[in-house]
């Protein structure tokens, strides 16, 4: 059960009960909960939205002008993916720096490290089984941590216990992957053979070992239609994720989804709300990927109303709303993932 008391509003609730409210009763019902939301994002992240700009984009605002290549994506496979996603076909991969060997990756973080950048994305394409190849890797990402100091997030794909294994000792700053909650959207997007069993299995290998653990959840993944998430909010709530990151799913030219519509901003709202309300004392984020345009500045505002405590590439729309709101604009130029480790954010 879940019980708040807030002095306006009261719940108690179960998970299946708040998830049922908060994707299926009308937004405008929804107020209530969207006051408690706030009210418990108020009372953890000292009254700051904190704002994230990796590099990865450019983004040049009256609020905030970043700097190229601070906090650059590395593919260790370079734009290889044998997954082959229906929503992305290895596109995303183009966008990051090819180093697909232990030595390459070193020189690419003292690039990093040259340019005066905090840290690096270690990512690339996964591999049949829904992994990304990293273990040849992880004693270069330990060399990069203790020699260089910069900060490593690192993107694994489905886990399993050889690379959870590794993965302790190599001092990383985040482990990152989608959670999927559908199991049609398991095969008929990701074309995995596995279950969803294997997305929560991946949770509990990183956690039980006190690795950081940072898992998305793409909304409309399931061809621009909700399908799994609250399944898979659930499954992160179990596991005590270090932070969470909700993205959306947005067509990519030359993919097979390149047509299909997006979710819209306010089923993206009921997912941002959802975990906020499901895991209160979890750094919650608004990540990277997301609909542009005018998609993007309603879903931004509706999120800082939903409770979240950081955006990143936050709209000028969202960033003069939560403004108006009375919070500080806080901007890092690094992966939004790392939000955990401010120290005033959480008290947990």
């Not at 929804?30 to 590099?55: D, M, T």
């Not at 020189?107 to 690339?124: D, F, I, T």
């Not at 260089?148 to 190599?170: F, M, N, R, W």
Request: glycine share 8%; with cysteine; aromatic share 6%.
């Amino acid at each position: 059960m879940i019980t708040e008391d807030t002095g306006a509003y009261s719940t108690t609730l179960s998970v299946d009960e708040l998830l049922e409210r908060c994707f299926e009763q009308p937004l405008d019902e929804l107020e209530p909960l969207f006051a408690e939301a706030r009210r418990i994002s108020k009372g953890h992240r000292s009254n700051a939205l904190h704002c994230y700009v990796p590099g990865l984009v450019h983004y040049d605002t009256p609020f905030y002008k970043s700097t190229p290549n601070c906090f650059p994506g590395i593919s260790v496979t370079g734009k290889e993916c044998q997954l082959g996603c229906k929503h992305c076909r290895g596109k995303l991969l183009e966008r990051m720096t090819p180093a697909t060997t232990p030595e390459s990756l070193y020189q690419a973080c003292e690039e990093v490290k040259r340019a005066g950048g905090e840290g690096c994305l270690v990512s690339g394409g996964s591999l049949k089984d829904g992994s990304v190849p990293l273990l040849d890797f992880v004693p270069t990402i330990k060399r990069v941590k203790d020699e260089l100091g910069l900060k490593v997030v690192v993107h694994t794909g489905l886990v399993y216990p050889s690379i959870a294994e590794a993965l302790i000792d190599a001092g990383i700053d985040a482990a990152m992957f989608d959670v999927i909650g559908a199991e049609d959207t398991a095969k008929e997007v990701y074309h995995l053979d596995r279950g969803i069993d294997a997305f929560e299995e991946s949770l509990r290998l990183l956690t039980e070992r006190d690795i950081p653990v940072v898992p998305h959840v793409i909304v409309g993944l399931h061809f621009g239609k909700m399908k799994g998430e609250r399944q898979a909010l659930a499954m992160i709530a179990r596991n005590r994720p270090t932070a969470v990151v909700v993205v959306a799913f947005m067509p990519l030219d030359q993919t097979l989804m390149q047509a299909t519509v997006p979710c819209s901003p306010s089923d993206i709202a009921r997912v941002v709300l959802a975990s906020r309300l499901l895991m209160p004392s979890t750094p919650l984020l608004l990540g990277c990927a997301r609909p542009a345009g005018l998609h993007k500045i309603e879903t931004d505002i509706l999120a800082i109303k939903a409770g979240v405590d950081g955006i990143a590439y936050p709209s000028e729309d969202a960033c003069s709303f939560a403004q108006e709101q009375g919070l500080d604009i806080k901007f890092r130029q690094q992966c939004c993932s790392l939000l955990w480790q401010e120290a005033l954010v959480r008290g947990n």
